[in-house]
């Protein structure tokens, strides 16, 4: 007999920490490098000051994240427990990146649909 309140036998083996870390790098070097792309082809005039400042706080994130890096890594050194820090850093950084790239994709469907 199977447990009613288990719905969803197949799930997968939670990830290790290892895993979910290393998982978590390749999703804010891929949300980066989206984010990165999608600056370069929106023209900073196009956005409204709300839209703006969206994307403006997402790259000081991204800068600030960039410069704790090393010192989060250090304290993994002292603190095992650093290591969860580090990854609901990297979780945060990349869900605001991507909020930002949704907006700049919104810019720039607007952008096309004027030139249109």
């Known amino acids: 007999m199977t447990d009613a309140f288990r719905m969803f036998d197949d799930d997968p083996a ?3 920490f290892e895993e ?4 978590a790098v390749l999703g804010l070097n891929r949300a980066a490098e ?3 792309a999608f600056q370069e082809r929106v023209p900073t005039d196009a956005f409204s000051d709300e839209e703006w400042q969206i994307v403006e706080r997402a ?5 600030e994240a960039a410069e704790r890096a090393d010192e989060s890594y250090v304290a993994v050194g002292y603190d095992s427990h650093a ?7 990297l979780r945060t950084v990349t869900l ?3 909020s930002a790239t949704a907006v700049m994709e919104h810019v720039r469907t607007r ?4 030139a249109g």
């Open 14 to 16: 939670p990830l290790r």
């Open 111 to 114: 952008l096309d649909a004027a």
């Open 83 to 89: 290591w969860y820090r580090v990854l609901d850093n």
């Open 20 to 23: 979910a870390v290393a998982e």
């Open 59 to 63: 790259a000081t994130e991204l800068e």
């Open 34 to 36: 989206r984010f990165a």
């Open 96 to 98: 605001r990146l991507e």
